[in-house]
């Protein structure tokens, strides 16, 4: 039990070879992807492959950029990703108020049906959106990504148990001073529940950013096409043209990556409290 | 008297701003619950008893769709595709998991920290682009793995071109782009088993082995029910990966429930059946859930 600081026994030397031997085999694919993406189409197929590119091709990247229109879905991604998550964050924080704090019949009835609901998964409810969105003339525009996506059940219900759990002396202090629900809800509660916000922000953040069904549906063209979207369109368009597709592929993720290595603390925390995959 | 009258009147304004400031609050959500969620579930439902390819107005079919689906050949092997994926990914997602958590729960802070970033970066990146990765990786003759089984004298499977591997290699995709969150689930498991079951295990002389079996894995039972049920949701609704992979080909064998509600609806038009095996597959999750619901009081150890 007493082992010298800085000591590694058999047993934990040898799970350690096997996380890394895990670890390895999750950035393999991406390594292999970027590797691919630098070199020649005839590299792309060469037996045996070989990991560093002979002449890093940069052109690869021009040549992506050239044939699709990719800053247009980086853009439609971040407006579609950024409009879905403040929606969701102001609707479902201010009727998670509703639920938790005030009073007004039928309450309680109302929130078991929210309950209810969120077993039901989204391809139940997709094809009578679709429809709608069809009716509204919507199709093909970013009302048609965004706003189907601006309510949450389960947004509710989560930050409805965070109000719960924060004690209501906080509130009566604002009560007794005269103060009204909106008071209490934006000086007490949204500032006590922000890493609260933060996560759920992060999550709906990203599920929308790599959401594919929804956006296959109501965008046709390539002006509306979000990333997931424009890869689709890329790997059609550029059949066994691997080094260009392992390139378009770099460009949609390359942001994202970045994004979590610097706020990992968000997407890995918050899963344990929200019990969320994006 | 007028004065409690007085009062009566302001207590009346004062609850009538009480609901008021209430409806504030909920409208918003509440016109977004019904709107997209409480009807379109109602929608599907109706539409499910119909014929509709959105052009004419839709008929009545009644119980129809549901009869033929049932005899359906194509929604059973959908099905079974399904049912597959699940049997297949399901566990050894969790098996792995647990089996990784638990080597990366040590005392090394840094290295766990690391090793978490790492595992879970297929998590956060596009279902879309990874499978894309995935198909290169898979590819007959010029891809990695065809080049790897060559290299030790054996013939590569075709990955995703056969009917036999099809699914499989969609399952081992999913297996390995998931497994970072549920090493993130079981982890905060572990965290959450009190030291002092290990200590009292150690007074006990129990060693490593039975300290996994005896403390760790009974403790963890919780969190391992909480992952099974929402596993086996999330593999209900498989799409991306097939849509990329394989188109859920080749002939129908890696089409899975939703891609098959897909093609249904948004490929031949046929929303009346779409909407069919949109409530069927809802009825199953239920009843998935239901079930392992009533079964956790065999497994899951709620003394903690």
Known sequence: MHRKRGSVSLSEASGIFILFLGALSMVLPFLWMVSTSLKTYNEAFQVPPSFIPQVPQWGNYTEVLNSVPFGRFYFNSIVTSTAITLGQLITCSMGAYAFARLNFKGRDKIFVIYLATLMVPAQVTMIPTFIIVKWLGWIDSFKALIIPSIFSAYGTFLLRQFYMSIPMELEEAVRIDGGGAYRCFFQIILPLTKPALATLGTFVFLFFWNNFLWPLLVTNTTEMFTLPMGIQLFAGRFTAQWHLMMAASTMAMLPMIVVYLFAQKYFVEGIAMTGLKA | ?304
Request: with cysteine; glycine share 6%; hydrophobic share 50%.
């Open chain 2, 1 to 304: 008297m007028v004065g409690g009258a007085t009062r009566t009147k302001a207590y009346l304004k004062r609850h009538r701003n009480e609901r008021l400031v209430a409806l504030s609050f909920l409208a918003p959500n509440l016109i977004g619950f019904i709107a997209l969620t409480v009807l379109p579930i109602l929608a599907t439902i109706y539409i499910s008893l119909t014929e509709w390819n959105l052009l004419k107005p839709p008929q009545w079919l009644g119980f129809d769709n549901y009869l033929k689906i049932f005899v359906s050949k194509r929604f059973l092997q959908t099905l079974g595709n399904t049912a597959y994926y699940t049997i297949a990914s399901v566990p050894v997602g969790i098996i792995l998991a647990v089996f990784l958590a638990v080597l990366m729960n040590g005392p090394r802070k840094k290295l766990n920290t690391f090793f978490r970033i790492v595992y879970y970066l297929p998590v956060i990146s596009s279902t879309v682009a990874v499978a894309l990765i995935w198909k290169f990786l898979y590819a007959d003759d010029i891809g990695l793995f065809s080049y790897f089984f060559s290299s030790i004298g054996l013939t590569a499977p075709k990955f995703l071109t056969s009917t036999q591997w099809s699914m499989t290699s969609v399952v081992i995709m999913s297996v390995w782009k998931g497994l970072g969150y549920n090493i993130i689930l079981v982890l905060a498991g572990l965290q959450g088993i009190a030291p002092t079951y290990y200590e009292a295990a150690e007074i006990d002389g129990a060693n490593g082995w039975d300290r996994f079996w005896r403390v760790t894995l009974p403790m963890l039972t919780p969190t391992l029910f909480f992952m099974t049920i929402m596993s086996v949701i999330s593999s209900f609704q498989v799409f991306d990966q097939t849509k990329i992979l394989t188109d859920g080909g080749p002939g129908f064998s890696s089409t899975s429930i939703v891609y098959y509600i897909y093609n249904l609806g948004f490929v031949n038009m046929k929303f009346g059946a779409a909407c069919t095996v949109a409530v069927v597959l809802f009825a199953l999750i239920l009843l998935l859930s239901m079930i392992q619901w009533a079964l956790q009081k065999k497994w899951v150890n709620y003394d903690a």
